[in-house]
């Protein structure tokens, strides 16, 4: 299978040197393509050389923005936003009317509005002109995929739940493999290509969660900490969508460990722990003392010897790969603050005491758990540098951002069932006390929240510093992933029944591939 997928993805390459006399459409085309079938980590540098290229020819000739149509200049903007190139948002000036309205006769252009639909999701605070046309293609997809053919409305019915760029790369590759086998303008050496490499990937990460699940059960978790949730694949799929590629093997299966440890926390300090136990329990994780615990139940004792062993294992594996120095001290401080920010919500909790929606959100970047699942699963990569560990000690506001959509959009989906029992006031009710505001209106003010830090975060990544992509595309990757298990006001983390299709896809049924 690996030879076979070698072959073609030599294949592929060669389509890259065959495409340098091609239209900018076509190669956008491709670019888009690859990216969506999953397989752009092999052809990175080729994405960058023709993009850079297509910058360059598109800022010298004027005439290329103005003789383009709609589908065409979106997917341009899109693609560059995306890769870092601040292209202006201006180019769709030239859509509008007279009264400075987006021109109704682009209602019935299904693929341009699509196109323009997915890169108003690129835009950055200030940019009128991409708020209104996400009102404008949103209105009038919903109309039309009412009116269409079916396959047509499934597939802008999928665009309009999430767009690409909020996707997890790896559910967009599953779904995509599908709708490209249909289009019969299709290329087939990168459509089979597409289908071995998921299937090769597959197979990894299946090895993967099979470790993890044998630590679990080795552990004896269910026996010693009867409070803990038993659920293996859904931490997992947390790192899944932060990187599915190879390097990142080792990263998955420690971190997806220690997500499951994160797990045992958050119902240790939401549903076990007594406040003095809980306190007792926060004193010992800050100051590092195993002498403190003696006093805990036996179950709070297992779960702090865990906390440390996999602080260990993450310390042997940076030891080995020279990265200890710069990378532990931020894992044991992510550590610290996470219990620092559960031990506050205990206490709110404990004090039946409704925080303010600000005060609510700075501890929730936090209890998000971003920072430390980050933080660690870049930690045991294999390119990260000091450099990276040194812009992550300084609190970047992608990462503050990535949290914040992590807590609000939980808390969204969940508050409703959590609140039927005794527990810390989510953002939701913050909100309604604060501005006293109904419950839709307090979800209305989250969900704008949410959509600005979104905002936040692709003008981070527009902006020039030396933090490679792929450290950015990790960071988002956590926003994308929440955004999926959280999406409809649904908790599919907590039902695990609603994630039974998207686990078998990804992780159980590889794709059929026709044999020549």
Not at 60 to 68: C, L, Q, R, V
Not at 315 to 326: A, D, P, Q
Not at 369 to 385: D, Q, R, W, Y
């Amino acid at each position: 299978m690996k030879k076979q997928a070698e072959t073609l993805k030599g294949e592929v390459k060669k389509m890259f040197l065959s495409s340098v006399n091609h239209s900018i459409s076509q190669k956008l085309k491709l670019i888009d393509s690859i990216k969506r079938l999953g397989v752009s980590h092999h052809f990175e540098h080729e994405i960058d050389e023709a993009l850079e290229q297509i910058h360059s020819t598109v800022s010298n000739k004027s005439t290329i923005i103005a003789d383009g149509d709609l589908h065409f200049l979106a997917l341009l903007f899109r693609l560059l936003r995306q890769q870092g190139y601040r292209i202006s948002s201006d180019i769709f000036n030239k859509f509008k009317n007279n009264e400075g309205k987006f021109n109704e006769v682009l209602a019935t252009d299904v693929q341009g509005l699509c196109s323009l639909y997915e890169a108003t999701h690129l835009r950055a605070h200030g940019e009128d002109i991409l708020d209104e046309a996400l009102d404008f293609t949103y209105t009038h997809l919903k109309s039309l995929a009412n009116q269409l053919n079916p396959s047509l409305s499934a597939q802008i019915n999928h665009c309009l739940r999430q767009p690409f760029h909020k996707r997890v790369t790896r559910l967009e590759a599953r779904y995509h493999i599908t709708v490209y086998e249909e289009d019969p303008s299709h290329e087939e050496i990168l459509l089979t290509f597409a289908k071995e490499e998921f299937n090769i990937l597959q197979k990894m990460h299946q090895k993967e969660i099979g470790n993890i699940t044998k630590w679990w059960k080795n552990s004896n978790f269910v026996t010693k900490v009867p409070y803990a949730r038993e659920r293996v694949v859904e931490p997992y799929l947390f790192l899944l969508a932060m990187s599915c590629e190879p390097p990142y093997t080792y990263g998955r299966m420690i971190v997806g460990k220690l997500t499951l440890v994160i797990s045992l926390l958050d119902d240790t300090y939401d549903s076990y722990g007594t406040i003095q136990e809980l306190e007792l329990f926060t004193k010992a994780i800050q100051r590092w003392d195993i002498s403190l615990i003696g006093p805990l139940p036996q179950c709070m004792r297992v779960v702090f010897d865990t906390i440390v062993e996999m602080h260990d294992e993450i310390e042997s594996v940076t030891v080995k790969s020279g990265k200890s120095s710069f990378v532990m001290p931020l894992v044991k401080q992510a550590i610290c603050s996470l219990i620092k920010a559960y031990m506050v919500e205990a206490k709110w909790c404990h004090e039946s005491y409704i925080p303010t929606y600000d005060e609510y959100k700075a501890n929730g970047i936090l209890t998000s758990a971003s920072p430390l699942m980050i933080i660690s699963f870049l930690g045991l990569g294999e390119f990260e540098t000091k450099k990276i560990f040194d812009w992550i000690f300084n609190d970047p506001s992608i990462i503050k951002a990535t949290s914040i959509i992590g807590r609000l959009v939980d808390d969204i989906a969940s508050h409703k069932f959590e609140q039927q029992r005794v527990h810390v006031a989510s953002a939701v009710e913050c909100c309604i006390k604060q501005y006293n505001i109904s419950q839709q209106e307090a979800y209305n003010l989250i969900q704008k929240d949410v959509e600005d830090c979104w905002k936040v975060i692709n003008e981070e990544c527009l902006k020039p510093n030396d933090i490679p992509k792929f450290v950015h595309d990790c960071v988002i990757n956590f926003a994308r992933i929440c955004e999926f298990l959280y999406e409809d006001q649904e908790d599919k983390y907590t039902n695990g029944e609603l994630l039974k299709d998207c686990i078998s896809s990804l992780l159980i049924d590889p794709i059929c591939i026709k044999q020549n």
